[in-house]
DNA sequence: GTCTATACTGAGATAGAC
DNA sequence: GTCTATCTCAGTATAGAC
């Protein structure tokens, strides 16, 4: 079919449906009913749902990854890479909506678990983090790029709870333009300390 | 002791447990045990774990007005009082650090749960944006008042969020101060329009 | 109002046949 | 690699004694 094996579609479906459900309330059942396999082939893959969430949070960082990749090389800017990132409000935007943002609702979720894998979770937030740093460096940000990292990324977070919340995509494409000014004004300011890579 | 029927003691308990644990992660067991009484005593209060979510809800809700019925009396100037509601971060500091925001952890939780209750849980973020929304218009945003509502509500659900994931205070405390100066910007904008009640 | 005992269910996990 | 059957356990919920 695919030429997928059953052990990437499992982390697939496991992916999608610990999105969408939630990690707990998602039970081998509904991964393997997803995947058209029987509960106990299950065990051949992966020894416990840990295991699987382990894979699932491994995935989720390489296609982040991969991502911050494709921006980088897309956009010679620093100002439009970061443009990229807030567009995911966006380009996600029926998602975000219907379920959240993925990774800020899997670090809560494995927080109140007092789970063992939230720091791994939390990787995926330091990922985004790093990255945005770098590029406010590039816009000659250096002292503050951590600060204004962070800024970016509460936005982002604060947007997609509320989007969530109140299903109002009017809201999202707003709070996006508003972020787009912020981000213009800051590089106005320091319009003569740009050095690009 | 302290005088609280066994169904407040409950309530409270399932509150703060619903608040640090998650909903479906807090079982009657860890109910019944932090308020000593026998998971059956339990079902003479409620009769599913359901209706003391929804009284959990209710609670909520009260003292949320409550709170900022005290903000309103607290503050004749609607710019403090917003103030007051942008402090709440730092006065629930570690507890947001720990277990994030008590509104928007549970609106998330519910929604992936696809709980008839999530539409409850929301009426806790239609409170503070309508409150919000009216201070606004106090202080003569009397068009944008719902927007520079959410765009408050959203920033402190993206703080909380971060908070929780990076546990750090200076950036919620960095924070806070920048959305004070936002907050100035906004009033000096139109100090000439002010109407206060 | 509170307790103990117990029924029922669903979920994670294992064993072993094919 | 995949299946069925089964175990174990936690969690919700009920019945009935006190």
Same mark, same amino acid.
């Given at each position: 079919?695919?030429g997928k ?5 499992i982390?697939? #479906?496991?992916?999608?449906?610990? &999105?969408?459900?939630?990690? *707990?309330?998602?039970?081998?059942? !509904? $991964?393997s009913?997803?995947?058209? $396999?029987?509960r106990?082939?299950? &065990? &051949?893959?992966?020894?416990?749902k840990?295991e699987i969430? !382990?894979?699932v949070i491994?995935?989720r960082?390489?296609r ?9 090389k ?7 890479r970061?443009?990229s990132?807030?567009n $995911?409000l ?8 219907s &379920?959240?943002?993925?990774v800020g609702?899997l670090?809560? *979720?494995?927080?109140k678990?007092?789970?063992?894998? =939230? ?8 990922l985004?983090r ?7 460096i590039l816009?000659g940000?250096v002292?503050?790029?951590? *600060? ?5 990324l509460?936005?982002s977070?604060g947007v #997609? ?5 109140f299903s109002? *995509?009017?809201?999202?494409q707003r ?12 590089? $106005? =300011?320091t319009?003569h300390?740009?050095i690009?890579?």
């Open positions: 079919m695919n094996t059953t052990r990437e579609q982390i697939e #479906a496991a992916d999608r449906l610990f &999105y969408q459900q939630g990690f *707990e309330h998602t039970s081998f059942a !509904d $991964i009913q997803a995947v058209n $396999i029987s106990g082939n299950f &065990y &051949y893959h992966f020894k416990s840990d969430l !382990d894979a491994k995935l960082f390489l982040t990854q991969t991502l911050l990749n494709t921006w980088e897309h956009n010679q800017h620093p100002l439009e970061i443009r990132f807030v $995911i966006i380009m996600n935007q029926n998602k975000i909506i &379920y959240g943002c993925p609702t670090c809560s *979720e494995l927080n678990l007092n789970h063992s894998a =939230e720091a791994d979770a939390n990787k995926l937030f330091d985004f790093q990255w945005l740093g770098q590029q406010f816009l940000h002292d503050t790029a951590d *600060e204004l990292a962070l800024h970016v509460a936005f977070q #997609a709870t509320l989007a969530n919340a109002d *995509e009017i809201f999202v709070e996006v333009n508003n972020m787009g000014k912020w981000l213009d004004s800051l590089t $106005i =300011e319009q300390n740009h690009f890579v």
